[in-house]
């Protein structure tokens, strides 16, 4: 009889175990503890995961050193940018700006932020596309799906919808953090529509040329056919990450004949170079590289005459995949042909080289940069920064695992040129920035105005991109009607700087007539102090 008690007592021991444990943690101190104890637990695992990965931990050196203890706060995004008129508008109209409540640890870390963003997580189910090709003067085509969804709230005062142009990471494809942004862009009154480069997304490749990572030419003709389709309607561009390098390459060199009103990069690749050098964690550069040799692999066959296929395909980094494909110092020590008869890189399948008339439209990218350094220089995201004319918002996290460290950003550029605004957060990881709660400020007032049509989704940057393009509209147009003069001679954070900013990493070049007129218009306005204290109104006058 005593052993089968005790037998009874050992069986009913993890049911007790259990009971004690719940009445317990119905103590609010209790529950605490808990939480506090499994949180450290779960951070020593995932450190250990990262040490073991070889994957970056937050606050290395990505840490900016500078900026008082409020700007370090972690919620408390801080805007870098030179004092002006629509600063200021934007700090007292976009709610979103004052300091968003981003997730915590776990899923606020930069790694599970930017898996979420980019691979799983929420795609936007809502959103339908309809695809449409683009044939481009060189004869190659270039994909433009049409978003459609829920129903569009009609923005005050226009007739048109205004058009948003999406431009997505240069390996292509739409992540579910760009369908996310579309399907929050078609509920605030948005006519979506998602650029894919050439060869990407499934779309053909009709020619034996690829993408350079800056070279605008095919989002320029998109832009002028969205627009075209469009004339009324006011037309702004957002690019995802690496995608910035060509939508920032679009504005150097259109200046101010671009038709876009205004432009955002999310995450953006502002040094190309740098990005390309520095080599990534190992799970991210295998990701990229495993998703570029695959789209190469699909055109292999019909590239193998023109480009140094096997090269770019057995490459380690993605420094040498760009390297192999695009320069013919590479592509010298492979024995393939990149002499001016050669169609390497060009619109001509043939061995007789490119036709005049594709030569007419690439100019010097009918044929292959000579070296690494001569790639850059026809290819760096900033080369023609100071030929910018519309306002571009740049919204990065100095956690970001995939972009280079927060101190190397051009600081100076945002903080002389009134064109660049730069909102910087402590975390937010690469294209994520995903909200803590529902959408909350750190104040604890609601800012989201589509909170209640949302089925989750709450990405900070995408409503501040499209909270910052409405309420920029409404600046500019009061400022052409008033003759608001927005451009002012101080700055925002920090002492003065350079008048104007130009990348050292990119030698200069010969520039267009139109550039070059503007170029003089612009040194005769900074000639004197009287002229740069007076600013300018704001009025887009265009050099077609």
Request: charged share 25%; aromatic share 10%.
């Given at each position: 009889m005593a052993s089968s008690g005790w037998d009874c007592l050992f069986c009913l021991t993890p049911a007790l175990l259990v009971l004690l444990l719940s009445l317990a943690l119905r103590r609010p101190g209790a529950r605490r503890w808990t939480r506090l104890a499994a949180g450290a637990a779960g951070r020593r695992l995932w450190g250990v995961f990262c040490l073991v990965t070889r994957l970056p931990t937050p606050g290395g050196e990505g840490e900016l050193t500078e900026g008082s203890g409020r700007d370090r706060t972690p919620d408390r995004p801080r805007l870098v940018c030179k004092a002006t008129a629509l600063a200021r508008h934007l700090l007292q109209h976009c709610p979103s700006m004052?300091?968003?409540?981003?997730?915590?640890?776990?899923?606020?870390?930069?790694?599970?932020?930017?898996?979420?963003?980019?691979?799983?997580?929420?795609?936007?189910?809502?959103?339908?596309?309809?695809?449409?090709?683009?044939?481009?003067?060189?004869?190659?085509?270039?994909?433009?799906?049409?978003?459609?969804?829920?129903?569009?709230?009609?923005?005050?005062?226009?007739?048109?919808?205004?058009?948003?142009?999406?431009?997505?990471?240069?390996?292509?494809?739409?992540?579910?953090?760009?369908?996310?942004?579309?399907?929050?862009?078609?509920?605030?009154?948005?006519?979506?529509?998602?650029?894919?480069?050439?060869?990407?997304?499934?779309?053909?490749?009709?020619?034996?040329?690829?993408?350079?990572?800056?070279?605008?030419?095919?989002?320029?003709?998109?832009?002028?056919?969205?627009?075209?389709?469009h004339p009324s309607s006011a037309l702004v561009a957002v690019s995802e990450g690496s995608g910035s390098g060509v939508l920032l390459s679009y504005l150097g060199e259109c200046g101010s004949s671009t038709p876009l009103l205004a432009a955002a990069a999310l995450s953006p690749v502002l040094l190309g170079r740098l990005w390309l050098e520095r080599p990534l964690p190992p799970i991210y550069r295998w990701g990229a590289l495993f998703h570029r040799k695959l789209q190469l692999r699909r055109y292999g066959s019909s590239l193998r005459g023109v480009l140094n296929v096997d090269g770019a395909l057995s490459s380690s980094s993605l420094r040498d995949f760009e390297e192999t494909l695009f320069c013919s110092s590479a592509q010298l020590k492979q024995g393939v042909s990149t002499s001016p008869g050669s169609s390497l890189n060009s619109g001509s399948p043939s061995g007789r080289g490119p036709d005049p008339s594709v030569v007419w439209a690439l100019g010097e990218r009918a044929y292959p940069a000579t070296d690494w350094d001569g790639y850059w220089g026809r290819n760096e995201p900033l080369r023609d920064a100071d030929e910018v004319a519309v306002p571009v918002l740049c919204i990065r996290s100095r956690d970001d695992p995939l972009l280079p460290p927060a101190s190397t950003l051009p600081l100076p550029l945002f903080r002389s040129n009134p064109y660049f605004l730069l909102l910087l957060t402590n975390r937010g990881g690469h294209c994520g920035f995903t909200l803590d709660g529902r959408?909350?400020?750190?104040?604890?007032?609601?800012?989201?105005?589509?909170?209640?049509?949302?089925?989750?989704?709450?990405?900070?940057?995408?409503?501040?991109?499209?909270?910052?393009?409405?309420?920029?509209?409404?600046?500019?147009?009061?400022?052409?009607?008033?003759?608001?003069?927005?451009?002012?001679?101080?700055?925002?954070?920090g002492q003065s700087g350079q008048k104007t900013w130009t990348s050292t990493l990119a030698p200069a070049r010969r520039r267009r007539a139109t550039l070059m007129r503007r170029m003089r218009a612009q040194e005769t306005e900074n000639s004197t102090d009287e002229s740069e204290a007076a600013g300018f109104t704001w009025k887009r006058s265009y050099t077609r």
């Open positions: 004052a300091g968003p409540a981003l997730a915590a640890w776990p899923w606020g870390d930069p790694h599970v932020q930017t898996l979420v963003a980019l691979f799983c997580g929420q795609r936007g189910d809502g959103v339908r596309f309809s695809r449409e090709h683009l044939l481009l003067k060189d004869g190659g085509i270039v994909a433009l799906d049409w978003a459609s969804g829920p129903a569009r709230r009609r923005w005050e005062g226009r007739r048109e919808p205004p058009v948003l142009l999406l431009v997505p990471q240069c390996w292509g494809g739409t992540t579910p953090h760009l369908r996310m942004l579309s399907q929050r862009a078609l509920r605030q009154g948005f006519c979506v529509v998602v650029f894919h480069h050439r060869g990407t997304a499934g779309a053909p490749l009709a020619t034996a040329r690829l993408t350079e990572f800056g070279d605008p030419a095919d989002l320029q003709q998109a832009v002028d056919y969205v627009h075209s389709r959408g909350e400020t750190d104040q604890g007032t609601r800012w989201d105005e589509d909170e209640e049509e949302e089925e989750g989704g709450h990405i900070w940057s995408h409503i501040t991109v499209l909270e910052y393009f409405r309420v920029l509209a409404d600046f500019l147009k009061e400022g052409g009607r008033d003759g608001v003069s927005w451009r002012g001679p101080t700055e925002l954070h």
